[in-house]
């Protein structure tokens, strides 16, 4: 059983800064993809970005392009989402997510392609 426990979210001014974490433990095969989505009230959860397991592939999404990276911490078992510039349209419960193995066919960029799912962090951002 995998588990995945997100923190840093909180409150931050427009063009702020913040930085997520996702621990994760338990065990999974060797390759995996880990991403973040988040979800504002009444909308659809959306993916963020996502990382391989040999953090040669990282996809975002074209409205955090250029401000949010994600990086992933093998020692610490943590993936990262580093936000910067953050604007209203940001804010959100963020969840980190990971996906066992490699789905053929799949695509990851949306939840479906992931197996496991954290608690969420709030993510609010004022004007």
């Known amino acids: 059983q995998v588990v995945l426990v997100e923190s840093g979210g909180g409150l931050v001014q427009a063009g702020g800064s913040l930085r997520l974490s996702c621990a994760a433990s338990g065990r999974t095969g060797s390759s995996y993809y880990m991403a973040w989505f988040r979800q504002a009230p009444g909308k659809d959860r959306e993916h963020v970005a996502s990382?391989?397991?040999?953090?040669?592939?990282?996809l975002y999404a074209d409205s955090v392009k250029g401000r949010f990276a994600i990086s992933e911490d093998k020692a610490k078992n943590t993936v990262y989402l580093q936000m910067n510039g953050l604007k209203a349209e940001d804010a959100g419960t963020y969840y980190c997510?990971?996906?066992?193995?490699?789905?053929?066919?799949?695509?990851?960029?949306?939840?479906?392609?992931?197996?496991?799912w954290g608690q969420g962090t709030q993510v609010t951002v004022s004007s």
């Open positions: 990382i391989s397991w040999t953090g040669l592939s990282i």
């Open positions: 997510a990971k996906a066992d193995g490699i789905k053929i066919g799949g695509n990851w960029a949306t939840a479906p392609y992931y197996d496991y």
